[in-house]
């Protein structure tokens, strides 16, 4: 059961649409404290910044991805994860460290070489996505 008051990894991100990248992160992530609140930024058909305007997905068809994508290999929303809609976050600012640590991974070329826009302009080649 997920537990609101265990330590806890957070993934902030678009998820425009959950991938095979995504999913290898998530476990990187379970690993460091046992659950993972993934966090949905509102971006759907608005800027998210910095170049990143392709945002054809709502909240509802990213929660339906992740949960599908994670139940491929048997994570269960409210065990091992929860999903939150946040609004659209571009920039995070802390002070002083107070308990957290925020950290960058980095995976091998396979896993990095995924492209979320790829995904996207093949889905509208294939006549998925609008």
């Known amino acids: 059961m997920f537990d609101w008051k265990k330590p806890t990894v957070q993934l902030l991100g678009r998820w425009q649409p959950w991938h095979d990248g995504h999913q290898e992160l998530f476990k990187r992530a379970l690993k460091k404290t046992g659950q993972v609140v993934i ?50 976050v571009v920039n995070i600012t802390y002070g002083r460290g107070v308990g957290y640590v925020i950290e960058e991974e980095t995976f091998e070329e396979s896993i990095e070489e995924i492209s979320a826009t790829q995904i996207r302009q093949k889905m509208r080649e294939e006549g998925e996505l609008e």
Request: with cysteine.
């Open 39 to 88: 966090q949905v930024r509102d971006v759907q058909g608005v800027s998210a910044g910095m170049g990143h305007d392709d945002n054809p997905f709502d909240w509802d068809l990213v929660c339906e991805n992740i949960s599908a994508g994670l139940s491929t290999d048997g994570f269960k929303r409210g065990v091992e994860y929860e999903i939150m809609l946040v609004p659209n």
